[in-house]
C-alpha cells in the first residue's frame, strides 16, 4: 500500500551520510517492515533538508563534465541518478516536474502527466523544492497472467500533492499513479530499491483495463538480441 509518513525535523544530512546510514539499515526487500520504512523515510526527509548538495553536485559533476556523462547516470529526460548501491541495491534519483506545456511533449506515449502506471519495485520519495507535483492514487492486485487488453481490480484511492516534510513510500506491483504537473516548477528526491519480475503495467483509468507494458532498456536489449538471433 500507499505509506505517508510526515516530520517536523528540520536537521539535515549529507549525501553520504544519507548513503552510509541506509546501506547500515537495508538488507533487500524483506527489510522494508514499517519500522525500517519509517528509518529510511526519516533520512530521506533529512537529505531534503539539505538545499545545498544538489546544486553543488550539478555544478561539480554536470556543468563541469557535460561532455563526458557516464552512461547509465542519466534516467530518462528529467531524472538524474545520484547514488548507485549494487549490493544490496539501492539508488538515489533526483527528479524534476515541469508544469504543464513546458519540456513535455503531450504527444508523447510516456508522458509521466498521461500515463497511469505501476512499478515493479518500491520507492520512497518526497518534496525537495517547489510546490510538488499531484498524483492520483491507485491499487489493483497484480496477478502473473495479467497483460495488455485484461481488465484488472483497479481502483481509484485519492488525489494527494506531494509536500515538504513528507515521504511517500509506493509499494510494487500493487500502487499505481497518474501524476499531475505542478503549478510551478519542482524537484522530487527518490530512494528507489530492487526491481522484482513482474511485469509493468499502463492502466486506462476510466475502465481500469490495461492498455500497454512499461519495457526497460535491459528488456528491450534482450528482446533484440532475441530476434537478431531468431533472423539469423
Partial sequence: MTYSFKFTTTHSISLQE??????????????????????????????????????????????????????????????????????????????????????????DKMNVYQCLHDHNFGFLTTNYYGPGYISRFYQYQYRDELDVDCASTLKFCGMHQLSKHEVIFYEPSKDAHLQVAPSAFSISLNLMFETNTNKQFIFDPSTGRIIDKVISSSDKAQQFIKELSNAT
Avoid at 40 to 63: D, G
Avoid at 66 to 95: H, I, K, M
Fill in 18 to 107: 544519507f548513503i552510509e546510514n541506509v546501506a547500515a539499515s537495508y538488507d533487500g526487500p524483506e527489510s522494508l517492515t514499517e519500522h525500517n520504512l519509517h528509518y529510511l523515510a526519516m533520512q530521506l526527509q533529512l537529505l531534503a533538508n539539505n538545499k545545498y548538495f544538489l546544486s553543488r553536485i550539478i555544478s561539480e559533476h554536470v556543468l563541469q563534465n557535460a561532455l563526458s556523462v557516464e552512461t547509465g547516470n542519466v534516467y530518462g529526460n528529467d531524472s538524474f541518478v545520484l547514488y548507485v548501491n549494487r549490493s544490496p541495491f539501492f539508488q538515489v534519483r533526483v527528479c524534476f516536474w515541469h508544469p504543464d506545456g513546458e519540456q513535455k511533449r503531450q504527444n
